[in-house]
C-alpha cells in the first residue's frame, strides 16, 4: 500500500479570528493548518511546529509582525519558513522594512480575496 504523502503545513499568525477562520476553512483542504492569535504563541508554535510556510499579520496584540519575522529569520531553526506577510499596512516603507527583515511575500488584504490568498500560498508554498 502506497504511503501518503505528508501534507504541508501552514501556521497563521493573525489576531483577527473571522479571517483566521476563513483562511483555515479554505486552505485545510489542501494543507494542514495551525493558528496563533499573539506574536509569542505564533513564536512557540513555529519553533514547536516548524511549518512550511507562515502567514504573519503585521498588527499584533503583544508586539509587531516585524519584529516576529526578525526572529523566525533570526533563528536557525526557523529561518528557513517561508514567510507571506498579511497586512492592512501599505507603502514603500513597510514593504521594505518587510523585505529587509527576510519576507518573502506580502499581501494587502483589502486587495485579495481569499480564494486569491489561497492561491498565492500555494504557489508560494511548491
Do not use: H
Request: negative net charge; proline residues 3%; contains cysteine.
Amino acid at each position: 500500500m502506497p504511503r501518503k504523502k505528508a501534507r504541508k503545513k501552514i501556521l497563521i499568525i493573525e489576531d483577527e479570528m473571522a479571517l483566521v477562520n476563513n483562511l483555515a476553512l479554505a486552505l485545510s483542504d489542501d494543507f494542514e493548518v495551525a493558528s496563533a492569535t499573539t506574536a509569542d504563541e505564533g513564536l512557540r508554535k513555529a519553533c514547536k511546529e516548524l511549518p512550511d510556510l507562515i502567514l504573519l499579520d503585521l498588527m499584533l496584540p503583544d508586539r509587531s509582525g516585524i519584529e516576529v519575522l526578525r526572529q523566525l529569520k533570526g533563528d536557525p531553526k526557523t529561518d528557513d519558513i517561508k514567510v507571506v506577510v498579511l497586512t492592512n499596512l501599505s507603502g514603500g516603507d513597510i514593504i521594505s522594512q518587510i523585505l529587509a527583515a527576510g519576507g518573502k511575500e506580502y499581501i494587502v488584504k483589502a486587495d485579495w480575496s481569499i480564494a486569491e490568498v489561497v492561491e498565492k500560498i500555494k504557489k508560494a508554498i511548491e
